[in-house]
């Protein structure tokens, strides 16, 4: 009886006790991500495709793919929201599963670019010291480009107000000037 | 206003014709409306700052380098919903006058002792507001027109900008003339106005990087001038049927068709003498 009681009392303590860290399982995923190298102007959409599989033994768990973009040369301000605005997805993978994902992408900026998709553990069980996949870098080249000039719509831009302005001073001096003669 | 006009057919011989010279009163009251508003000058000050706002966005579309990333298609898109927008706030904005106005000026009284139906007096007053509408978009030609060129999307945008624009122009103007009935003062009248345009404007506002749930939707579609411009992005941006989101009209429509009805039921009773701000 005393041994019961006393195996009791150390189950309840040891369940009491807060459960050590465990350590943190790899994602067991490979993200490849086509096409690995885009030309495109300024203000022109494109697509990239990542095809993530889950290559280990049990399922994924929620994961996220985020979409990031960087400059790789020069000092271009980057803002990937500006690229595109739907940069996450969530979704969960079975052992061997395969997902692809599409991601639109705008242009916002000329010059030398890198697209690449991140995949992070999801949910509120995240330990926060997992490591991230990471897909290789699609190689974004982006030429400047000039669809609109001020030569072109200068003539329209001033002439318009100039002659309304004129049309509407001389109506209503007509009018003040009849008022006048009255 | 002063209005000249023949006494109203009496009898069965003339009854026949009453249809007619009801119309016939009308465009007199629409015709005299439309003067007042572009002799004096009115119509044609409000015109030309259209058209310097106008030509302030056509600017800097074409010449800015942060908006020169936009495709041709976003650039004739962003102007037109410009024009359109402002078209419609300066109907509303004349339309907020024309009752209250009257009133302020004490002109009102004059205007109803003349032989016009309250109806014609309403109708010709919302024709009067509308030309403002029309002589905006006419102006508004040429910046989507030296926008649109090379695109081959000029015809598509122009009959967009002017179906869209006048389904809301109708809507909003009947809505300002109700507000303009409604109020003793030009002030409240215009003010009233502006704050609903405002109100209705918002949403066209909000950042595209926002999550759009449901609630946005319904706020998009419940509202005659988000969903109007939402209406003609989808068609000139993402390249949609005309008929694909047709659905996007129906709130405008359906505020034309309240409010003109409105307007036309409510009208006689609410077109009336009041006591005024400074009889107190």
């Given amino acids: 009886m005393r041994v019961a009681l006393l195996i009791t009392l150390l189950v309840a303590v040891v369940a009491w006790l807060p459960a050590p860290a465990l350590a943190t399982a790899p994602l067991s995923v490979k993200v490849v991500a086509e096409p690995p190298h885009v030309e495109t102007v300024l203000g022109g959409r494109f697509m990239i495709t990542t095809e993530i599989t889950n290559t280990g033994t049990a399922p994924s768990g929620e994961i996220l793919a985020h979409l990031n973009v960087a400059s790789i040369e020069g000092s271009v301000y980057v803002d990937p929201e500006d690229w595109s605005p739907d940069r996450s997805q969530q979704l969960s993978l079975q052992p061997g599963e395969s997902r692809k994902l599409s991601w639109e992408i705008q242009a916002v900026n000329a010059g030398h670019f890198a697209a690449y998709v991140v995949v992070v553990p999801f949910g509120n069980k995240v330990a926060g010291n997992e490591a991230l996949v990471i897909s290789p870098l699609v190689d974004v080249d982006v030429a400047s480009k000039s669809t609109l000039t001020a030569g072109g719509a200068l003539p329209v831009v001033v002439m318009v107000p100039l002659l309304l302005g004129l049309a509407a001073a001389g109506v209503v001096l007509r009018g003040r000037r009849r008022g006048q003669d009255r | ?216 939707e319904v706020l998009l579609r419940a509202n005659p001038v988000a969903s109007g411009l939402a209406y003609i992005s989808s068609i000139l941006v993402e390249g949609h049927g005309w008929t694909q989101d047709l659905a996007l009209l129906i709130t405008p429509l359906l505020t034309a068709i309240i409010a003109g009805g409105a307007l036309i039921l409510a009208g006689p009773r609410l077109v009336r003498l009041t006591r005024g701000v400074n009889s107190e």
């Fill in chain 2, 1 to 216: 206003m002063t209005i000249q006009v023949a006494p109203p057919a009496v009898g069965t011989v003339q009854g026949v014709r009453a249809g007619a010279e009801r119309q016939s009163r009308l465009l007199v009251v629409a015709e005299q409306e439309c003067r007042d508003l572009w002799t004096s000058g009115r119509g044609l000050i409000l015109l030309f700052l259209f058209s310097v706002l106008l030509s302030g966005v056509t600017y800097l579309t074409s010449t800015n380098q942060a908006l020169n990333f936009l495709e041709q298609r976003e650039s004739v898109n962003l102007v037109l919903q410009f024009a359109v927008a402002v078209g419609v706030l300066a109907t509303l904005v004349v339309s907020a006058d024309g009752i209250s106005g009257e009133r302020e000026r004490g002109t009102l009284e004059t205007l109803l002792v003349t032989p016009v139906p309250r109806r014609s007096i309403i109708g010709g007053k919302l024709i009067a507001a509308l030309s403002l509408w029309f002589a905006t978009f006419l102006v508004s030609i040429p910046y989507v027109w030296v926008l649109a060129r090379g695109v081959g999307i000029l015809g598509r945008a122009l009959a967009l900008g002017f179906c869209v624009g006048t389904l809301v122009a109708i809507g909003l103007g009947s809505i300002g003339l109700l507000i303009s009935a409604a109020c003793n003062s030009n002030k409240t009248s215009i003010a009233a106005s502006i704050f609903l345009l405002l109100i209705l404007f918002a949403p066209t506002q909000l950042p595209s990087g926002l999550p759009q749930g449901w609630f946005f």
